[in-house]
């Protein structure tokens, strides 16, 4: 069993940055690749970035390159995601979630991922 907890949403201006946080406990935090969802009112839950279990490699969705980051301390068991460049449109709840590696460095579906935080709300006011 893996719990993971979220910190450091919050309201912020566009144009601003915020940098979520997703803490791990339960097993060793190595084993699992990790990923960032976001849900916004009225959609489906999206993907947005994902990182291997070393951290070496990632995947940042489309909608959000260039402006997100996805990293990892292994030795404090975190995952973080830097946002930059905000936009309204990046409203929404931000979950972490975390995924048994099995046959690829990470996954960008939500049903490859077996645990999820409760998530973090992100406000972006025009």
């Known amino acids: 069993q893996v719990q993971l907890v979220e910190s450091g949403g919050g309201l912020v201006p566009a144009g601003g940055s915020l940098r979520l946080s997703c803490a791990a406990s339960?097993?060793?935090?190595?084993?699992?690749?990790m990923g960032w969802f976001r849900q916004a009112p009225g959609k489906e839950r999206e993907f947005v970035a994902a990182i291997s279990g070393s951290g070496g490699s990632t995947e940042i969705a489309h909608s959000v390159k260039g402006r997100f980051t996805i990293s990892r301390d292994n030795a404090k068991n975190t995952v973080y995601l830097q946002m930059d460049s905000l936009k309204p449109e990046d409203t929404a709840v931000y979950s972490c979630?975390?995924?048994?590696?099995?046959?690829?460095?990470?996954?960008?579906?939500?049903?490859?991922?077996?645990?999820w935080g409760q998530g973090t709300q992100v406000t972006v006011s025009s």
């Open positions: 339960g097993r060793t935090f190595s084993n699992y690749a």
């Open positions: 979630a975390a995924a048994t590696i099995r046959d690829s460095y990470y996954y960008i579906r939500s049903y490859e991922y077996d645990y």
